[in-house]
């Protein structure tokens, strides 16, 4: 019965108070110099026991404990996690609907409560959890207005309505109201109006993702199967392992300040990675090669896509396989891909400084022209410098195939004449000179065999980007719009995103935007929504002692309050990092050259003055127009970079058991070992233990914070108190978590609307999420084990 849980609980407290003064008893008597010292000390603590006794009677102490429940809040979502000195409403979430592409408490099959409020309350918080065998606690009891639990302890019905209506206000807050420390956002609905949302974190999923890591970490049995692993033994459980964690302490030295479980964590909070892939940032220019197709570096960014293709082709060979649409379109994606990887190399080299191919003595004019696009020497008018790029692309590409395949079968001329092709169209979509990005392609030449076929074809429209662009600047833009800021640098932006660390939350992109196009469309009738996020670089302030630790932030020390106490430390996850944005816009101007690039500078010398994910932007390298709809067109000249995709539907799952989608999220950012015996030798019977890592999924995934969902109903505007604006509906939420990718190849991205992150409003979900989900494969679902 519950009862006898209730009366052990409160002996048991009386004992843990009569220990802490029998120790303090034992001290002042060993103290005592004389008998009357000694009469004193034990008139006291005589004294101090039958005021215990006294205060721990059952009925007592319930009086007590009836008094103070109102000091503290049970919830699942605790404001305090936002900021120690933030008051405010903590909530416990009920049931609402769930959505497998996302990860919420909902997801959590029986979530834990937590106790915020008045740490010396928090023997009150210990009583309401008490449960029983049945898994009832009396939490459940008072929820339902069932009192009998307390009915033992008095006889006084009223009595027992004043505990149990006492207790209850552990349960209720009265007045919800947020803290101008609270984290509060904006969020734009479908009806052109705005929610506040506060923001309250899920107290319960910190909990649960905890125990999972702690288990992974440093439990016995993952200490058995690492020795296991260590030892090359065979052990039936796998070896689960998460790196490039980050730690976060909340509380400081007083983590029961912020919560009960807060406090058994000691504070710690694990964060995941979501950061970028690190593209190689210091490479040497290429001085001592002749062609740069030949250097280092771009054989090694080759190798891997090329080894596919090498495997492909000899497929088709080996089984007599024609040459079919699919497969053209296979070895298309394959050359795409290379041409990526080459791109990315070369567009590192163009950022070094003007001149530097003065040295490169060996290298080829047409290559210096390619990889030193800002020397000053060269005449920009001269285009004929890139016709003898398809032809070396072919030929190098002809010669590393048949390297790779052996020479099991050889690439010919018309191999070769393939090849070519595909280089020189992208050479007429990007001219290399244009180190913004910018085609030129109007002003060019064409090659000899381009002139013999427009002596005997029709004359058919480019798709280049500056034929596109002239076409609009007189026609007008018939299609979409979209503009790019290009390689922002930002400092000191927010490194954290709910439980992940790394990059910025795409909501913090998406809210730039939107404060973007609120004052271009105020001032110049330009609205801007959907975007796309390029990373080029990232650099997080934080450090660990040994590769086996979690990462920790490097935090700042705060001024002076205005009473000159020292500041309390709220931990702050912080980096710099260079991206680029590409913002779908409409009304913008493209038929006027002048008043186009006039618009461009007015919108560059505006971003530049807001603040992007709570960091300073220093600089911003360019802004341009384009009209293009072909991924590959609109991201090759912003290469080398990593681009943000949306992977939500990998999260998904058709099982109707909702705790798959943690375990789903989870498995994005952890490693498994396990452990199997395989044959010594091919066709033999004697094997060997050999622990195997389990195939992850292709592509850079990470978890992404993806914005938020509702735990409250929606408040009328000025409701709430303490919000930072009394005209808009409130709603309180919690962070939502989902899966992304970081692609590094254009080639990859099927269409525009994949990559363009927007606004979508589904209640109960506030999420930002991509236009159109990437195609995906059964190959591509996260497998649980």
């Known amino acids: 019965m519950i009862s006898d849980q209730i009366r052990a609980y409160i002996q048991s407290r009386f004992e843990a108070k009569r220990d802490t003064e029998d120790k303090a008893f034992d001290k002042k008597r060993s103290a005592a110099t004389s008998p009357s010292d000694l009469d004193a000390v034990e008139a006291a603590y005589t004294e101090k026991i039958a005021r215990l006794i006294h205060d721990y009677t059952p009925a007592v102490w319930l009086d007590s404990a009836a008094k103070r429940a109102k000091q503290i809040s049970m919830a699942t979502h605790v404001i305090k996690l936002v900021n120690s000195s933030a008051k405010g409403t903590s909530l416990i979430a009920g049931e609402s609907r769930h959505d497998p592409h996302y990860l919420d408490t909902s997801a959590l099959e029986n979530p834990v409560k937590d106790v915020s409020g008045n740490a010396a309350s928090l023997d009150v918080a210990g009583l309401l959890q008490l449960t029983e065998d049945s898994g009832k606690s009396l939490l459940n009891y008072l929820q339902a207005n069932d009192f009998s639990p307390l009915a033992p302890f008095t006889v006084d019905e009223t009595q027992l309505q004043s505990w149990g209506q006492g207790l209850k206000q552990a349960l209720e807050d009265q007045a919800p109201a947020s803290h101008t420390l609270g984290k509060q956002v904006y969020f734009p609905v479908a009806d052109g109006t705005y929610h506040l949302l506060a923001v309250l974190p899920s107290s319960a999923l910190i909990q649960t993702i905890d125990e999972t890591i702690q288990h992974c970490r440093f439990s016995q049995a993952m200490k058995e199967a690492r020795d296991a692993k260590k030892a090359n033994h065979l052990y039936p459980d796998p070896v689960v392992t998460y790196p490039n964690l980050a730690l976060m302490t909340a509380g400081g030295s007083k983590p029961q300040n912020i919560s009960q479980l807060n406090s058994q964590r000691r504070g710690r909070c694990y964060l995941l990675p979501a950061t970028p892939p690190k593209l190689r940032e210091k490479l040497l220019p290429p001085l001592h090669v002749e062609s740069l197709f030949h250097h280092g570096a771009v054989l090694t960014a080759t190798r891997p896509i090329i080894k596919e293709m090498v495997t492909h082709l000899k497929e088709m060979h080996q089984n007599n396989v024609d040459s079919t649409l699919p497969h053209r379109d296979k070895i298309r994606d394959y050359i795409d891909q290379t041409i990526d990887a080459i791109s990315g190399i070369v567009g590192q080299w163009q950022r070094l400084p003007a001149g530097w191919s003065d040295e490169a003595e060996t290298l080829w004019p047409e290559h210096k022209r390619w990889a030193d696009p800002n020397h000053p020497e060269w005449d920009i008018h001269d285009k004929s410098w890139h016709k003898a790029l398809p032809k070396q692309f072919a030929q190098w590409l002809n010669d590393v195939l048949n390297g790779y395949s052996a020479k099991s079968f050889l690439f010919a001329g018309g191999d070769q004449s393939y090849w070519k092709k595909f280089f020189k169209q992208w050479r007429d979509q990007f001219r290399f000179d244009s180190f913004t990005g910018l085609s030129i392609a109007s002003d060019a030449e064409p090659d000899e065999a381009e002139q013999q076929q427009s002596q005997t074809a029709p004359k058919q429209t480019s798709n280049s980007y500056a034929n596109s662009s002239n076409a609009n600047s007189t026609q007008g833009n018939t299609g979409e719009t979209y503009l790019v800021l290009k390689r922002i640098q930002v400092t000191q932006a927010n490194a954290v995103g709910g439980l992940t660390y790394g990059f910025p939350a795409i909501t913090h992109f998406l809210g730039y935007v939107h404060a973007l196009s609120r004052k271009l469309s105020a001032a110049h009738g330009i609205t801007l929504s959907a975007t796309s996020v390029v990373c080029h670089h990232h650099q997080i302030h934080a450090y660990r002692a040994a590769g086996y630790e979690p ?76 009209t293009h709809h072909e991924p590959v067109k609109v991201f090759r000249p912003l290469m080398p970079g990593t681009i943000l995709v949306d992977r939500a539907p990998l999260l998904a799952t058709e099982a109707p058991d909702p705790t798959q989608t943690l375990k789903r999220w989870l498995k994005v950012s952890s490693l498994t070992y396990v452990s199997k015996q395989v044959p010594v030798k091919e066709n033999s019977e004697e094997t060997q233990i050999d622990w195997q890592q389990i195939d992850k999924n292709k592509g850079w995934l990470v978890p992404f914070m993806v914005g938020y969902k509702q735990i409250s109903p929606l408040y009328p505007a000025g409701e709430v108190a303490n919000m930072r604006d009394l005209n808009t509906p409130v709603s309180f939420v919690e962070p939502i978590h989902s899966i992304a990718e970081w692609i590094r190849r254009p080639s990859r991205i099927e269409t525009l609307g994949s990559v363009m992150w927007c606004y979508h409003d589904d209640a109960p979900f506030y999420a930002c999420r991509s236009e159109q989900a990437q195609t995906l494969s059964s190959d591509d679902l996260i497998d649980i084990i």
């Open 551 to 626: 990462y920790i932030f490097a935090q700042t020390r705060n001024p002076l309050t205005h009473e000159g106490k020292t500041a309390p430390i709220n931990e702050e996850g912080k980096m710099n990092m260079t991206v680029s944005l590409v913002i779908r816009a409409q009304g913008l101007n493209l038929i006027n050259d002048e008043q186009h690039r006039d618009q461009c500078k007015a919108i560059q010398q505006l971003a530049e003055r807001h603040r992007l994910a709570g960091g300073k932007i220093t600089s911003i390298d360019g802004c341009y127009i384009t």
